[in-house]
């Protein structure tokens, strides 16, 4: 006890090695090998869940695809297979389960695919993410589009396109050269012959005489089979195609990849259409001379911008160029007929160049008035400067969900209108016939009087024709939900439009998933002249748009996944406000529709958020900023 020791009063910290972090946990290997054996899947057939179990499977079916499973709840989802195999809802979860490293595993795996009620088509776009990089997962996804019509296919093309970056490179590549070999040894004129139907607005399944057979399909050679025997499809995935190969955006050795990857793609379309029937190309001529309209719309711009002057001179050497035949390659204000990239089912043949305008703006864009062979004009802004495929991926993802209610019965009135990036600095806007609310504001003082002026009715509630205030109402309250869910910022009275008919509408989608430069922004744009408009908050028009409200905001969550699914195919596109936080992108969305909540909890949710909306200050302070700016500005 009286010897003395030596001791430090400060001593250092050591780092001592651990030969075991990060390696393998061998009693968690074993477990999980035991679990997913061959030989317990000969038992595992005949295993029904009792009622406790059930309502776990149940539970655990109907997660948000973001939420990740515990090892417990894989576990019991495997063992459960063949019971839940009846579900179709219940295969990505079974499909996420999997181990794809194992061999036996993957073998199981893929059995089962094939024994599984085959599921919805917009629930495969999930299999095309990058989760998933089993051929046999993504060929199953590619069997389910394949029953898609048309038009469901263009609303997910855009994404479709995008999922290309997660397929094989080599694959593709090896397509590619497949094709040329075949192109090689064929004689032309027999393979014209025998190359696929004419260029039509359907799609027969059944067709097989395209880019790979149905069985061995992957996504690129399946688009390009699609896109050739639908015009529509051939011109989106044309556009969509051609700004993801004119990116410039590339840092990594990858992103260099992903650009050939796109040119390779962009190649075999080409040649399939160049080598196809006489329809097919046709088509391929048709593409070409849009690229060749669209160079010279460049050039146009390109003139104006360069002249120092004001813009009412602008706008009149403007005019003086497109009536001037000689000035570009293409006669602009006369021209054979071309189906019009931002819709390919109105055919131009000129623009009237008396009509050309420039808007106020920093970048100056057209607006263009189309001469069509139908007879009415075409009316389009073209931006030159300006990356739409923020505002193109917004305006896709409105299109959807109002499709989306439209299938419950509910019309909102909604103005999704076209836009397509015809290259990564500019593109077309479709042009709506509308005034700003703030210009409405400024002319009438209400927005009443605006309707009233338009569409009086004597008999009807603030002299308003019924339908005009219904079309109102019905679309206030379809943005309110919608620009929630996207988290749409930069909300003011110039960038919500009004029609003659009633329909109000939002544009210029430069901030979203939050993002905002305005501070405290509130959580959707309903101001106090929208509420004044419906009557007031204890109106019985106002009640009428907060049920709308709810109803909408109900349906869309219940539509959640697909909704969630397009995110994640966004996740590597040079979207700016995903691409800030590319990881936190679809839990935003998620976060928004409340997913965790029931019905109920849902609808007072909203409830408190239009509540909130409505009585919120800070946007008052913020629009009368952005009045006196404007005022400046012009």
């Known amino acids: 006890g009286d010897e003395l020791y030596q001791f430090r009063d400060h001593p250092d910290i050591v780092l001592v090695p651990d030969s075991e972090m990060l390696q393998e946990n061998l009693v968690e290997s074993k477990h999980h090998n035991l679990t997913r054996s061959l030989h317990r899947g000969v038992s595992d057939k005949d295993l029904k869940p009792n009622s406790s179990i059930r309502d776990k499977l149940n539970k655990l079916v109907a997660y948000p695809p973001t939420k990740q499973l515990t090892t417990e709840e894989q576990d019991m989802i495997w063992k459960y297979r063949f019971y839940l195999s009846t579900q179709k809802q219940a295969l990505a979860k079974f499909l996420y389960c999997v181990n794809w490293e194992l061999a036996g595993e993957a073998r199981q795996a893929v059995d089962m695919l094939q024994q599984w009620m085959p599921m919805e088509v917009e629930d495969s776009l999930q299999f095309l993410s990058p989760a998933f990089t089993h051929p046999a997962v993504r060929r199953y996804a590619i069997s389910r589009l394949q029953q898609a019509s048309d038009d469901d296919l263009l609303l997910y093309l855009l994404q479709l396109v995008q999922a290309l970056k997660y397929e094989d490179f080599y694959e593709i590549n090896e397509a590619y050269k497949r094709m040329q070999m075949k192109e090689s040894t064929t004689p032309d004129d027999d393979y014209r012959e025998t190359s696929g139907p004419a260029v039509t607005e359907s799609y027969d399944s059944k067709t097989d005489s395209d880019p790979g057979s149905d069985g061995d399909q992957n996504l690129a050679t399946f688009l390009i089979q699609r896109a050739c025997h639908n015009s529509t499809l051939a011109n989106y995935f044309y556009w969509y195609l051609i700004t993801e190969c004119e990116d410039q955006e590339v840092t990594v050795e990858l992103d260099t990849k992903v650009r050939e990857m796109y040119l390779t793609v962009m190649r075999m379309f080409q040649e399939t259409l160049q ?128 499709k989306l209610l439209r299938l419950e019965n509910l019309d909102l009135k909604l103005t999704p209108y076209r836009v397509l990036a015809t290259g990564t600095k500019h593109g077309f806007v479709q042009y709506i016939d509308s005034l700003t609310v703030a210009d409405v504001l400024n002319s009438e003082g209400t927005i009443q009087n605006f309707l009233r002026k338009r569409h009086p009715s004597e008999s009807s509630v603030y002299g308003i024709a019924p339908d005009v205030m219904d079309a109102y109402i019905r679309s206030c309250a379809g943005y309110c939900v919608i620009t929630y869910i996207l988290g749409v910022g930069d909300r003011h009275l110039d960038n919500l439009l009004l029609t003659d008919s009633g329909k109000l509408f939002h544009i210029d989608f430069g901030y979203i998933l939050g993002r905002d430069p305005k501070p405290l922004p509130p959580p959707m744009k309903l101001s106090k002249e929208m509420v004044e408009a419906m009557g007031g908050t204890d109106s019985e028009h106002y009640h009428n748009f907060r049920k709308l409200c709810y109803t909408a905001f109900l349906h869309l969550r219940r539509n959640a996944n697909v909704i969630l699914y397009l995110f994640s195919l966004m996740v590597n596109a040079s979207v700016p406000d995903i691409a800030l936080e590319p990881d936190k992108a679809i839990k935003k969305v998620q976060d928004k529709l409340q997913l965790e909540k029931t019905d109920e909890q849902a609808v007072q949710f909203f409830k408190n958020l239009l509540d909130d909306s409505v009585s919120a200050v800070m946007p008052v302070l913020v629009e009368k900023f952005h009045q006196l700016a404007q005022h400046w500005r012009n």
């Not at 403007?318 to 189906?339: G, M, R, T, V, W």
């Not at 189309?370 to 923020?390: C, N, S």
């Open 275 to 402: 080598n196809g029937c006489a329809e097919w190309q046709k088509q391929q001529q048709v593409l070409q001379r849009q690229v060749g309209l669209i160079d010279e719309l460049v050039k146009l711009v390109k003139s104006v911008q360069r002249e120092n002057c004001n813009r009412k001179k602008k706008i009149e050497q403007l005019q003086s160029l497109l009536a001037d035949s000689e000035a570009f390659k293409i006669n602009l204000a006369e021209f054979d007929p071309i189906p019009f990239p931002l819709d390919p089912r109105i055919s131009i043949r000129g623009i009237v160049s008396n009509n050309a305008i420039l808007f106020k703006s920093a970048l100056m864009p057209l607006r263009l008035t189309f001469k069509t062979t139908a007879g009415p004009e075409y009316v389009a802004i073209f931006k030159h400067g300006d990356d739409l495929r923020q505002d193109q991926f917004v305006l896709q993802i409105i299109t959807l969900m109002d």
